[in-house]
């Protein structure tokens, strides 16, 4: 019997066991990645690229907050291990654990970048100059960029929303090369999506999750020594 529980556990441990379990990880999060922003996604597939169309694609995106912090939760928390592989429960737990919390960052930022969208679009129309373009431009990047370092810090961490967005700011400086490489995982998705469609982007939304959680980690390691006990 222990000849046995050995072998398993030298096959367990192997590279081919690891890659196996991590794909398996990626699909399960993937599907429910899909599952969780299918209200959001399908009609968001059915409207057109209008600049009309922004409040509505703001609130066909509320879905995709929380579920884009469950992924990251069970994707940090789950170990790669064949014999105690749970993501499908470690992203529900996530989900139900972080709901609220993500709602108080997410939705508030679909309502900046809405805003900061629609005078982008409607600049004539609004009374502004064509040089406004860079500076709104720079404020929704910034604005974003502060979104991504607070959905990660919301997702792992138990702060107060107000310590969350300290943190988030904060670190867009501390750590440059993780706001440099969310910058670069941002543009790739806004590539992805206008050459292509949201449902690629959507077909690739664990694997891209797992790239914005690696790139994060830097901050991650900083937050666990810094600011927790």
């Known amino acids: 019997m222990s000849g046995s529980a050995q072998a398993w556990r030298q096959f367990g441990d192997g590279p081919l066991s690891r890659i196996t379990s ?12 899909l599952l969780t922003t299918l209200p959001g996604l399908l009609p968001l597939l059915l409207l057109s690229r209008d600049a009309s169309n922004l409040p509505l694609v703001a609130v066909f995106l509320v879905p995709v907050g929380p579920a884009l912090s469950a992924a990251l939760y069970a994707l940090r928390h789950q170990r790669p291990d064949l014999t105690d592989l749970r993501p499908a429960a470690m992203f529900w737990r996530g989900y139900r654990a972080n709901l609220s919390g993500v709602l108080r960052v997410w939705v508030p930022t679909l309502l900046w970048l809405t805003v900061l ?3 982008l679009a409607y600049l004539g129309v609004v009374g502004l100059p064509d040089w406004w373009t860079v500076p709104l431009v720079l404020l929704g ?8 370092n ?5 997702s792992l ?11 988030a700011t904060h670190f867009l400086v501390r750590t440059p090369g993780v706001t440099v490489g969310n910058a670069l995982l941002l ?3 806004t590539g992805i999506t206008a050459v292509f469609s949201e449902a690629v982007l959507a077909l690739v939304a664990s694997v891209a ?4 959680l690696r790139i994060g980690d ?12």
């Open 22 to 33: 991590r794909v398996y990880i990626l699909l399960v999060v993937e599907l429910l990645l």
């Open 218 to 229: 830097p901050m991650i390691r900083l937050i666990e020594k810094e600011f927790t006990a």
């Open 117 to 119: 969208a629609v005078n």
């Open 209 to 212: 999750v797992l790239a914005f």
């Open 150 to 154: 607070a959905l990660v810090i919301t």
């Open 141 to 148: 990047v910034g604005v974003t960029l502060c979104a991504a």
């Open 157 to 167: 961490f138990d702060f107060r929303t107000r310590d969350v967005l300290r943190l």
């Open 187 to 189: 543009a790739a998705a």
